[in-house]
């Protein structure tokens, strides 16, 4: 009988299980419909190409309060991907270094890590977030307290002023502006273009160079010296980029109410990236511990015979195979980072989220729209993320012949 | 297991919203026993609960106005906190009835987002506060400051318009309550907070040093605040809205929280007693009784005693009559004729 086909029984009750589904997202969709209608609403997405009218304070691109709404949710994004790749670089270096010494045999450093592994693990990310804008606002002080002849707070070395509305750093500005490459709506400065490529030129430089070392050593048996070389590579480009176009640090100074010139760091942006970055380096740190450990200690006694200094075994021997384990959870890690950067409205840090899911979606009253739109960008990014990682992971995990 | 539990729930909910449909908002009212109230997360004054967890203000008392009319107690209302973010979605979901919460009549809010105000209980208009220490006297010298704002709240527009008209920059610090606004504003984060003069009023008033703040002279846009319902049900829309008239007609024609009963039988103006419901059977027009203002007013007072024991001079937050006075007065507030 054909109820006893296994086969038969659980391809039936998958094309069941379909229809079932299928038919409740229908329904969802028609209730949808049907509601909107009802409230006389349509489904559009002209808001897009209508006017704003409010102004955003970090503003990667050009926007002002008259530019279109998608203008601005495009300026949420850019904030919202800034917020997770420094984010993922800040978490990592935490990560890997509070992973590494957790293993230490120090008794200090080693229990010092746990606390901060375990505080920042078991109290919820928003919070962090709230704790880290919190104390910017209410424990550093004011601009007004710079100003005088005797005032009562000081900037850093005359370049840094850490206030309650931020912290302003020196930027980097150009006394020879090569102009913007224009790519539609975003316009990136060639200025940066050029500096980005050199850095780019200079990594795959030294790491010919390198390769160039480990032949000789292999034919040899001498590895020759590489590390002037290695600084020479980097620093000579740059250094003819600084004297050509002229590169010169623009210092904050009080003026007004604020301070001007300078990277302004806002309070809004320090509590999302300290918050989320010392939060998901916890997790991190668990991951890179758990890798660590994966590896037999038979490996460190192995190196330890050959002669390998303790920092030479964990770069050389156990790292290398450690991040075979460690990458896939790192990735989950990096999505659950840049996903968490939603949180941005709750300090007030104009994402995606508070553009385009906040106040466009209150001013026009587009839900259905602005949150659609979010949900395709964020996943985008995720897998946009996933898909990169999963490269890397490829890269270097076991190459099986 | 799982799945016939999800089915189950998609059913049942489907069910629920059927019946929801099919009743007006009236109706879903009476049957609840209850009204529910969109209202502010708290602002002193408009609308917070008190000490006992009490919700006591200006806006939280039409709401008991409107539970007193619909269903004759004054007390029969929960409050629902709503931020302005979050205000509109829960009203055009039906997680609220009506929405009495400092909220602006624009144009884009009701054609487009499918709203009806009906009316307003609140002439504002948006300024901004300063700490004294500042020695600004003027908004336009505010070039280059930082300003506090909730989003999501016509504010935030007006603002950017504003800075924008006269040429000056500033750095807009968005936050998305009232309270939050107040923390930043008072531990320095920015110099400037912007909100509409009445709430401004109100959060000084619960500032540690009201005396340490002004606000500034200049009054920068529009803000006709009033009670919002859905769009789609007249007769919900009618009730709420003559309510208000009621209310507002009641100080025109003298009538009191005291004197309610007496003018009911005692008035020989004609006008006094279709409010009040002696002729002319309005309340019946209304799907309510012909009581319904009466007791609307013994709840809550007319509009100025509302005014006078929430928000005006003798009360902490201090708010002239100004434009909220009556027509008679040289004032904006102008109920339509009981006829």
């Known amino acids: 009988m054909l109820l006893y086909d296994q086969r038969y029984r659980s391809i039936t009750i998958q094309i069941f299980a379909l229809f079932l589904l299928m038919l409740g997202a229908a329904w969802l969709i028609d209730n949808v419909i049907s509601n909107m209608r009802l409230l006389g609403r349509s489904f559009s997405f002209n808001f897009l190409w209508q006017s704003a009218g409010y102004d955003i304070n970090q503003r990667p691109i050009a926007y002002d309060s008259t530019m279109s709404h998608g203008r601005a949710a495009l300026v949420g994004f850019l904030n919202t991907v800034i917020l997770a790749i420094l984010g993922c670089i800040f978490a990592t270096v935490l990560g890997v270094l509070a992973g590494v010494l957790r293993l230490s045999s120090n008794w200090i450093v080693s229990r010092l890590i746990t606390v901060y592994v375990e505080i920042f693990r078991n109290i919820p990310t928003l919070i962090w977030i709230l704790i880290f804008g919190a104390v910017m606002a209410e424990s550093m002080p004011a601009p007004s307290a710079f100003r005088g002849d005797d005032p009562a707070s000081s900037m850093i070395f005359d370049a840094i002023a850490i206030t309650n509305r931020g912290v302003y750093i020196p930027s980097i500005l150009f006394t020879t502006d090569l102009g913007a490459l224009q790519l539609g709506p975003v316009a990136p400065s060639l200025n940066w273009l050029l500096i980005f490529a050199i850095l780019i030129g200079s990594v795959f430089a030294n790491r010919a160079l390198i390769a160039h070392a480990t032949r000789t050593q292999n034919a040899t048996g001498i590895r020759p010296k590489t590390w002037w070389k290695s600084i020479l590579i980097f620093l000579v480009p740059l250094a003819v980029v600084k004297l050509s176009l002229g590169v010169y640090l623009d210092y904050p100074e009080l003026r007004g109410f604020n301070f001007a010139g300078g990277t302004h760091l806002r309070n809004s942006f320090l509590a999302m990236w300290l918050g989320l970055s010392f939060y998901t380096g916890a997790f991190i740190a668990e991951i890179v511990r758990g890798g660590i450990l994966a590896i037999t200690k038979g490996q460190t006694e192995a190196a330890f015979a050959l002669g390998l200094q303790p920092g030479k075994t964990m770069r050389l021997v156990i790292l290398p195979q450690a991040l075979r384990v460690i990458i896939p959870p790192l990735i989950s890690q990096y999505l659950n980072l840049t996903k968490n950067t939603s949180l941005g409205l709750a300090v007030g840090y104009m994402d995606l989220r508070s553009t385009l899911g906040g106040i466009t979606i209150n001013q026009t009253g587009r839900e259905l729209e602005g949150m659609f739109l979010l949900m395709l960008t964020y996943l985008a990014i995720s897998l946009t993320i996933s898909a990169l990682m999963n490269v890397y992971n490829s890269r270097i995990k076991l190459k099986e012949r | ?339």
């Open chain 2, 1 to 339: 297991m799982r799945k016939s539990v999800f089915v189950g729930a998609f059913a049942a909910s489907a069910l629920v919203a059927g019946l929801a449909q099919a009743q007006s908002t009236l109706e879903q009212v009476k049957n609840r026993g209850e009204l529910v109230c969109g209202s502010n997360t708290g602002q002193v004054g408009f609308g917070a609960p008190d000490a006992n967890g009490v919700w006591q203000g200006f806006d939280v008392g039409f709401c008991r106005a409107l539970a007193a009319a619909v269903l004759g107690d004054p007390m029969a209302v929960t409050f629902v906190p709503l931020t302005s973010q979050t205000r509109f979605s829960a009203l055009a979901s039906s997680e609220v009835d009506v929405l009495a919460r400092n909220t602006t009549w624009t144009f884009t809010r009701d054609v487009d987002l499918s709203l009806t105000f009906v009316g307003t209980n609140y002439y504002d208009g948006q300024g901004f506060m300063v700490n004294r220490e500042l020695g600004v006297s003027s908004a336009l010298e505010l070039d280059g400051a930082t300003v506090c704002i909730q989003t999501g709240t016509t504010t935030e527009l007006n603002l950017a318009d504003y800075f924008r008209i006269n040429g000056m920059d500033y750095e807009p610090v968005p936050v998305d309550t009232a309270a939050e606004a107040q923390q930043q504003y008072l531990a320095g984060a920015c110099d400037v907070y912007t909100d509409d003069v009445s709430a401004l009023a109100s959060s000084r008033a619960a500032f540690a040093e009201p005396g340490d703040h002004v606000i500034l002279p200049e009054v920068v846009s529009k803000e006709p605040l009033g009670p919002v319902v859905r769009q789609g049900d007249d007769n919900w829309a009618d009730i709420v809205q003559w309510t208000l008239f009621a209310l507002i007609a009641a100080e025109e024609l003298g009538v009191t929280s005291a004197n309610v009963e007496e003018m009911k039988t005692g008035s020989n103006n004609p006008e006094v007693g279709r409010l009040l419901g002696t002729t002319g059977g309005f309340g019946d027009m209304l799907g309510l009784d012909n009581d319904w203002a009466a007791r609307a007013i013994a709840a809550v007072g007319n509009y100025g005693e509302l005014f006078a024991n929430t928000i005006g001079d003798q009360t902490p937050i201090g708010l002239a009559r100004g434009l909220n006075a009556q027509w008679t007065q040289g004032g904006l507030l102008y109920a339509p004729p009981f006829r």
